[in-house]
C-alpha cells in the first residue's frame, strides 16, 4: 500500500496550528491576569496618604470652628451672669451698702476715701465670694464658684475666667476717673478663645 503524503502532512499541519491556538490561549490568559507591580502599588499608597492629608486639614480645622462657636455661647452666658452677680454689689468698701445714700468720697475732706486701686481684692474676712460685698472684691477673682458659693454646672468645668476691676470714669465722660469702676470678665474656652465682657459701676 502506498505512503500518503497528503494525509501525512494535513495531519502536521493541523497538530501545528493546534500548537499556535493553544499557545495564544496561554499569552492572553497572562496578559488578563497581569496585576499591579511593588512600584504602582507603593506610588498608589502615596498619592493615597497625601490625599488624605489634605482632606484632613480641611474638615478638622471646620469642626474645631463649629464646636468653638458653640463654645462661645457658652462662654457669653457664663459671663454675662458673672458681670451681673458683680454688678449688683456696691461700688466700694465705703460706700452705702443699702440705698448709696453715703459714697465713698465724700465729704471732700478725705474722711471717707474710695478705696485705692492698688488695694482692690478681698477684704479682710471676705474668703469666698458669698462674702463679697462691693465690685472691687472681685479683682483678680477665677475661682468656679457661682455667687451661693457653689460649684459651678459641670459643663463650664474647662472654661477659664478672670475678672478685673479698675478706675475708669474719665473713659464714660465722668470729670473724676474714681466716679465709675470697669469691670472686665475675660471667658476662656477649652479650644482656648479669650472672649472679654465689661460694664462700668457708677459711683451712686
Do not use: W
Not at 77 to 99: H, K, P, V, W, Y
Not at 108 to 117: K, L, R
Not at 148 to 170: A, K, P, S
Amino acid at each position: 500500500m502506498p505512503f500518503n503524503f497528503t494525509k501525512l502532512f494535513a495531519c502536521h499541519s493541523q497538530h501545528t496550528n493546534s500548537k499556535i491556538f493553544f499557545s495564544k490561549l496561554a499569552n492572553s490568559q497572562l496578559v488578563t491576569q497581569k496585576g499591579f507591580t511593588l512600584i504602582e502599588l507603593i506610588i498608589g499608597i502615596v498619592v493615597l496618604s497625601i490625599s488624605l492629608s489634605i482632606v484632613s486639614t480641611l474638615i478638622i480645622p471646620a469642626e474645631e470652628k463649629s464646636a468653638d462657636q458653640v463654645l462661645q455661647v457658652k462662654a457669653a452666658e457664663l459671663g454675662q451672669s458673672i458681670l451681673n452677680d458683680i454688678s449688683s454689689r456696691a461700688f466700694d468698701e465705703n460706700s452705702d451698702m443699702t440705698g448709696s445714700l453715703i459714697r465713698c468720697g465724700e465729704p471732700n475732706d478725705g474722711s471717707n476715701p474710695c478705696t485705692s486701686e492698688a488695694n482692690f481684692g478681698p477684704d479682710t474676712g471676705e474668703t469666698d465670694r458669698s462674702l463679697f460685698n462691693d465690685v472691687d472684691d472681685f479683682h483678680l477673682y477665677q475661682n468656679h464658684f457661682n455667687a451661693n458659693n457653689q460649684n459651678l454646672h459641670q459643663g463650664y468645668t474647662n472654661f477659664d475666667l478672670l475678672v478685673e476691676v479698675t478706675y475708669d470714669g474719665l473713659s464714660i465722660g465722668l470729670s473724676d476717673n474714681n466716679n465709675a469702676k470697669k469691670i472686665t470678665v475675660t471667658v476662656t474656652t477649652p479650644l482656648g478663645t479669650a472672649i472679654k465682657f465689661a460694664t462700668h459701676k457708677a459711683n451712686f
